[in-house]
C-alpha cells in the first residue's frame, strides 16, 4: 500500500503548473480576463446563458434574455439573435478576433 502523509497538493500542483506552463490562443494574448472568459465560454459552448442555466435548474426559461425569440443556445447567441449575432459566427469566436470584442 503506498503512503501519502507527506503529500502537499499545493505544492504539487505548482510543480506542475511551473513545468507545464499555458500558452494563450491565437488572438487572446490582448484581451482581458473577462473577455477571455467570455470568448473562451462560447467555444466550448459552457457559456452562463440562459439556456444552460435553465438546464441547471437556475432560471424558469431557457429563453434568450437578449431577444426573446428563442433558447438562448451558444448556436443561437452567435449565429441567429438579433442582439448578439457574430459577423463570421464560429471562426470570428475561435479566432477571437476584435469585431467580437469590442
Known amino acids: 500500500m503506498q503512503r501519502f502523509e507527506n503529500f502537499n497538493a499545493t505544492e504539487e500542483w505548482r510543480k506542475e503548473w511551473e513545468n507545464n506552463p499555458t500558452q494563450p490562443l491565437p488572438g487572446f494574448t490582448t484581451l482581458k480576463r473577462n473577455r477571455w472568459v467570455i470568448?473562451?465560454?462560447?467555444?466550448?459552448?459552457?457559456?452562463?446563458?440562459a439556456y444552460m442555466m435553465h438546464e441547471w435548474k437556475l432560471k424558469d426559461t431557457p429563453i434568450c434574455k437578449r431577444c426573446s425569440k428563442a433558447?438562448?443556445?451558444?448556436?443561437?447567441?452567435?449565429?441567429?439573435?438579433?442582439?448578439?449575432k457574430v459577423d463570421g459566427g464560429c471562426e470570428t469566436v475561435h479566432n477571437a478576433v476584435k469585431d467580437l470584442i469590442a
Request: hydrophobic share 30%.
Open 39 to 49: 470568448t473562451n465560454r462560447l467555444r466550448t459552448r459552457h457559456a452562463k446563458i
Open 71 to 84: 433558447p438562448g443556445t451558444t448556436d443561437h447567441i452567435v449565429f441567429d439573435c438579433l442582439v448578439t
